[in-house]
């Protein structure tokens, strides 16, 4: 079945520093592809996405390319801040129904 | 635009009783509806989808007549946790579909059950 791989953390990065969370998919056909964000004690919130190959989704300073040559939707910030620091999905789209297929989770901390 | 709403945002039951956890869509009317089960470090895990007036469509493994999933509406769905046991203790999240939007969803602050 459908599937979502993402790179292990917790990631722990200085303030300033890139940010690259590596994400591939396993899917038949080309899903619609979603990065979530989930900050400390909120919900999940949608941070990016990209509907179509080659598609670069971005917000708030991060950017995601859906390249279906190597299957994989890497999420990218130049910058990090400290109030990035949060957990982040990805997703892609499960089907008919509309359902979710979510990879485990990236923790990222940004120190000062 | 497109806020989901979860209440409560915590609870703590006894074993043996049952709880009951509202989804609504504030500003927009959902025909489907997510509940998703998140454990401690872990990624979401798809329980059912709820769709407004008919069954839900649960996943593979997960019990129907523990969580009953009730969508009378357009804009509320229920989560009943039936006879909870302590492993029954999670974070428990909803997320619901504006129209046409497609499978961009979104999620309600979840709900954390603790059974004793």
């Known amino acids: 079945g459908d599937s979502v791989t993402q790179m292990e953390g917790p990631v722990t990065l200085s303030e300033e520093a890139f940010l690259t969370i590596n994400c591939t998919y396993t899917?038949?056909?080309?899903?619609?592809l979603f990065w979530y964000v989930q900050y400390p004690g909120e919900g999940l919130q949608l941070l990016l996405k990209?509907?179509?190959?080659?598609d670069k989704g971005s917000n708030k300073g991060f950017e995601a390319t859906y390249r279906k040559e190597t299957t994989s939707f890497h999420l990218e910030k130049g910058s990090v801040q400290v109030s990035d620091s949060a957990v982040y999905f990805c997703?892609?789209?499960?089907?008919?129904?509309?359902?979710?297929?979510f990879g485990k989770g990236t923790k990222l901390s940004v120190k000062p | 635009g497109a806020v989901v709403s979860q209440h409560p945002s915590w609870v703590i039951c006894k074993s043996g009783t049952s709880v009951k956890i509202e989804c609504r869509s504030l500003?927009?009317?959902?025909?489907?509806m997510f509940w998703y089960r998140q454990f401690p470090k872990q990624s979401l895990m798809l329980m059912a989808t709820?769709?407004?007036?008919?069954?839900?469509?649960?996943e593979q493994g997960v019990e129907k007549d523990k969580f009953l999933i009730n969508h009378a509406s357009l804009t509320l769905s229920t989560l009943t946790v039936t006879s909870a046991h302590p492993e029954d203790s999670s974070f428990y999240i909803c997320?619901?579909?504006?129209?046409?939007?497609?499978?961009?969803?979104?999620f309600g602050p979840g709900t954390r059950l603790t059974v004793t």
């Open positions: 899917a038949t056909g080309y899903p619609s």
């Open positions: 997320s619901a579909s504006p129209p046409n939007r497609g499978a961009e969803q979104y």
């Open positions: 997703a892609l789209d499960g089907g008919s129904q509309g359902n979710l297929i």
């Open positions: 500003d927009f009317q959902a025909t489907t």
């Open positions: 990209a509907t179509k190959a080659d």
């Open positions: 709820s769709n407004e007036g008919s069954k839900a469509t649960y």
